[in-house]
């Protein structure tokens, strides 16, 4: 019995580290944003009806959206925005109109990731330096300069992976939350009444009485349920059981317990709302206070550039995005990489976050839009889900998204208010990301159709040349070719330079599938094509890692002996011409032949031995 339980345990801390550290830092700055600007008028039934608008928003969109319905969609185990899209698609794949119109706009989803990917470091790292300020006011001017301190600390140690510090997650998370219910705690020991704002009748009255105030405060309430994402974004590093055990038996009561706290707090001193986190606090308790919440802060922001390279790595294996350098950090967790060009850009721009909007509250203006419209977009996908690939009833689809998206929506409309006090920053970051994927995608398939037009048959072309063969090198020869029976670029140009074949030669496409995992069992597919020559297609999942001698060793015992020192891989490294005429516009085509000439080598990607590679280029047109 015990054996069945430590992993569950075990688990359940991992999930209370990395999936909530997020969502469990937003009481650093959540109320403080609902009071701050002056739009609620500080009175008791407000107080109340604040908090439990609150309360019911953690219930409604975490517990019962993400937590019991959008955990069930799981892709092959896995979960987040790219699963979900998969999940989708593949369910309207018989309607091609509206599968391109779900892709597209799981995409821009995607992207809008990194604009959330900028903005959450910056605001959690900010929120919680800045109780150095309630200590005392002379540590005001130190306080972006420890920010971007520890903000390029933690993106320096990035290259050494998580896999050592990651252990220590979970238990700071843990004390984390035991403090922040703590300090929630002593406080509405001193005013029980608060816990009135338990009921819905508080938050609906307040709504009554101020609808057009509530509309207005929607874009600071969000803040209590950013993160939120995280949790089915994580579904497959965890599982389901752990992450709505950590939410229901660690999370959320902890989170109620500190915002009842805040609450209480500003019933029996209202000047507390310039900062009623750290004012919780008594003053000897401070320090240790605000190194507590930047741990935890550093911790949300750790898994949320995981999570960045994560994705990224995704879209690169659904051909959204160029390749890049992935390197892995850990022998063991394949899971586990780092991604320098991602690392430092996102670095970057967060700087430029923290510099240009000063503050927290500054920040908060920023933060949301990109939430929100994250969230509207995992229910308009979690519909085509449930309706398309659950099969259920079109009423009962309704009924269990409609609400959501409502709630959603209305969330949305409030943020939007904040676009030109600094909403627009994510949306430029995600409307830039989106630009390169659309750009990349559809590139990548006019480059497709230029290279399949003018490509010549395999098989009748190795028919051609074993009429009078060339000389005949030992070894095997791996020419990768992007379309099945096509000649590859590379053998044309070893045939008309080196004028030699090798004895065994595979021609290997790479297709990567709209599916988490393909295992080693469907991996490979082979073919003979006489003449000790084979088609080898190699399949991969969007999260599967991409190893290409690996995949080939299946080869041996099917006709084909392979031998890693007797194998060499010849590429095609195509360079991209833009021309005005067909295609895309003349600025994109520049783009992605940019993009193209940047990417990195297939060699890399394809983790190819690099004493064993062979690049042969060519000038394509497009």
Not at 59 to 66: D, G, H, N, R
Not at 301 to 330: C, D, E, W
Not at 344 to 366: D, E, H, P
Not at 418 to 441: D, E, N, Q, R, Y
Request: contains cysteine; charged residues 15%.
């Amino acid at each position: 019995m015990s054996s069945k339980k430590s992993p569950l345990l075990a688990l359940t801390l991992g999930a209370v580290g990395v999936v909530y550290g997020d969502i469990g830092t937003s009481v650093l700055y959540a109320v403080k944003e609902v009071f701050g600007p002056g739009h609620v008028p500080f009175t008791t039934d407000n107080v109340y009806g604040i908090l439990s608008i609150i309360f019911w928003t953690l219930t409604v969109i975490v517990s019962i959206k993400y937590v019991v319905l959008v955990l069930r969609a799981d892709n092959n185990g896995e979960g987040g925005l790219i699963a979900m899209l998969a999940l989708a698609s593949n369910a309207v794949k018989d309607k091609p109109r509206l599968r391109r119109m779900l892709l597209v706009v799981g995409i821009f989803g995607t992207s809008l990731f990194y604009g959330d990917g900028v903005i959450t470091p910056a605001i959690s790292v900010l929120s919680a330096v800045e109780g150095l300020e309630v200590v005392s006011p002379a540590f005001t001017r130190g306080v972006i300069p420890i920010t971007l301190v520890i903000l390029f600390g933690l993106f320096a140690l990035q290259k050494h992976g998580t896999a050592g510090i990651g252990k220590f997650f979970g238990p700071i998370t843990l004390v984390w939350f035991a403090t922040i219910a703590l300090l929630g705690i002593s406080q509405i020991v001193n005013n029980p009444v608060i816990l009135k704002a338990l009921s819905p009748y508080y938050a609906l009255m307040f709504m009554w009485v101020n609808p057009g105030t509530t509309f207005i405060i929607l874009g600071a309430v969000v803040l209590c349920v950013t993160g939120a994402e995280a949790l089915y974004a994580d579904l497959g590093h965890f599982g389901k059981r752990p992450i709505r055990l950590a939410w229901f038996s660690i999370v959320m009561p902890c989170l109620v317990l500190n915002y009842f706290g805040q609450g209480a707090l500003l019933l029996s001193n209202p000047a507390a709302v310039k900062n009623p986190f750290y004012m919780m606090a008594p003053e000897w308790l401070l320090l240790p206070l605000v190194g507590l919440a930047t741990m935890a802060t550093v911790i949300a922001s750790q898994a949320l550039i995981t999570g960045a390279f994560s994705v990224t790595k995704q879209a690169i294996q659904m051909g959204y995005l160029p390749r890049l350098n992935i390197q892995h950090t850990s022998v063991r967790d394949t899971g586990q990489i780092y991604m320098p060009f991602v690392n430092w850009c996102l670095f970057g721009t967060i700087v430029l976050a923290v510099v240009m909007f000063r503050s927290s509250s500054n920040l908060a203006a920023a933060y949301g839009i990109a939430v929100c419209t994250d969230m509207l977009i995992t229910t308009i996908l979690t519909f085509f889900v449930v309706r398309y690939s659950w099969k259920y009833p079109l009423s009962l689809c309704i009924a269990a998204t409609g609400v959501f998206f409502v709630v959603d929506f209305a969330f949305f409309a409030s943020n939007l208010m904040k676009l030109f006090a600094g909403g627009w920053f994510p949306l430029l970051i995600g409307g830039a990301v989106f630009t390169l994927m659309i750009t990349w995608k559809e590139g990548r398939h006019i480059l497709t159709e230029k290279l399949r037009a003018d490509a010549i048959d395999l098989p009748g072309f190795l028919d051609a040349v074993f009429v009078s063969p060339p000389a005949r090198v030992a070894g095997t020869a791996v020419f990768m070719t992007s379309e099945p029976g096509t000649v590859p670029n590379a053998l044309l140009h070893n045939l008309k330079h080196n004028k030699v074949l090798h004895e065994q030669n595979l021609f290997v496409t790479v297709r990567n599938h709209e599916v988490p995992w393909i295992g080693m069992n469907k991996r490979l597919e082979i073919e003979s094509l006489g003449h000790d020559c084979w088609q080898v297609k190699v399949h991969y999942g969007f999260k599967n890692d991409l190893d290409l001698p690996k995949a080939l060793q299946q080869i041996k015992g099917r006709g084909c002996e392979l031998e890693a020192m007797n194998t060499s891989y010849f590429l095609s490294r195509d360079t991209v011409v833009p021309t005005i005429g067909s295609g895309m516009a003349h600025w994109r085509e520049k783009l992605f032949a940019q993009m193209h000439h940047n990417a990195s080598g297939a060699a890399d990607f394809l983790n190819l031995p690099n004493n064993a590679v062979v690049e042969l280029g060519s000038k394509v047109e497009i």
